[in-house]
């Protein structure tokens, strides 16, 4: 903003320029009569007022200029602002939400679960920050069950709830189903370009069909019950290192981009590779196959390196489909 004496200044400088035009209009016309002296005249304060015109538009191209930067600093600080009570909300939102998932009662812990993925939906870089969180509650030991809940096995078997801490089983199967939801390519809630760390996680009845995941590591990790991996898409190397698989294990058209390390895992039940594709190959180093293991038409090369089977498997020869 200008000084009101810089104004007070420029008005006398118009003022002084107007009168020396003036006097030089009366000067150069040599001639004193009435009509010229007024033609003088009205030249002179023409000049003055073009001259006062032009200050008084540059003072308002100024002021102009002065208020949308007032405006742009003021929104600016508006935005900051915002962003920084949005933040401070999502920070609130998170910790309660963590907090809950310590709590004693199981339908907090739920609750927690569904405030942290209800988070997630609504901010897209918190995401992978939540996905940790979800897989740092599964790596938690629990009381697990001896065998899955589903299929025929659980039906002629039904197994007395002492054998296990069915509250947080429950509280768990959630936490597995948020991330299947999330990681799954046709689901209207599919975030991409997360990975996942559930490394020595003891996981029931396990489902990441249709899923597609940059890192994965599940190595030492045990799985109660089937597990189903069909179709799923795993961007980087993964890893299976001394993995446990209880039951049935179908990983048929999955996709290891980078491929897979199963050494020194167990699979206690069916192993399925069928029309599984790698770039990089898969090591079944000192894999225990303890039942049948199906790998037709698989495209990737494989390495069975103190392998044991139960059943002597049909291998493709690489490169065929």
Not at 217 to 228: E, L, N, P, Q, T
Request: aromatic share 10%; proline share 4%; glycine share 8%.
């Amino acid at each position: 903003m200008l000084k009101w004496r810089w104004i007070a200044v420029t008005a006398v400088v118009v003022a002084a320029v107007t009168g020396a035009l003036l006097w030089l209009f009366l000067a150069w016309s040599g001639r004193p009569d009435a009509p010229v002296r007024i033609d003088a005249v009205k030249t002179a304060f023409g000049a003055g007022a073009g001259a006062g015109g032009v200050f008084a538009l540059w003072l308002a191209t100024r002021r102009q200029r002065t208020l949308e930067l007032q405006l742009a600093e003021t929104t600016r600080v508006a935005s900051v602002t915002e962003r920084d009570l949005e933040e401070r909300r999502v920070t609130e939102l998170y910790t309660k939400a963590v907090e809950q998932l310590g709590n004693d009662k199981a339908p907090v812990r739920l609750g927690g679960l569904y405030a942290l993925e209800r988070l997630g939906q609504d901010n897209p870089r918190q995401r992978q920050t939540i996905v940790n969180v979800l897989c740092a509650y599964l790596r938690m030991p629990f009381k697990e069950p001896k065998e899955g809940l589903r299929g025929a096995d659980a039906v002629q078997r039904p197994q007395n709830n002492d054998d296990y801490d069915a509250p947080e089983l429950q509280v768990r199967l959630a936490a597995q189903e948020l991330l299947k939801i999330h990681l799954q390519r046709e689901h209207p809630a599919f975030w991409p370009g997360m990975s996942i760390d559930l490394q020595r996680a003891t996981l029931v009845d396990f489902r990441l069909s249709g899923c597609e995941v940059v890192v994965a590591d599940f190595s030492h990790a045990r799985f109660v019950g089937s597990v189903h991996m069909r179709g799923t898409t795993f961007a980087e190397k993964t890893g299976f290192y001394g993995t446990v698989f209880t039951s049935l294990a179908n990983f048929d058209r999955s996709v290891f981009t980078e491929g897979a390390y199963f050494s020194w895992a167990r699979f206690e039940g069916v192993a399925r590779f069928a029309r599984t594709r790698s770039e990089g190959g898969m090591r079944f180093h000192h894999t225990n196959f303890a039942a049948e293991a199906v790998f037709e038409r698989s495209t990737h090369e494989f390495d069975f390196e103190g392998a044991t089977f139960a059943v002597e498997p049909d291998l493709p020869h690489p490169g065929t489909r």
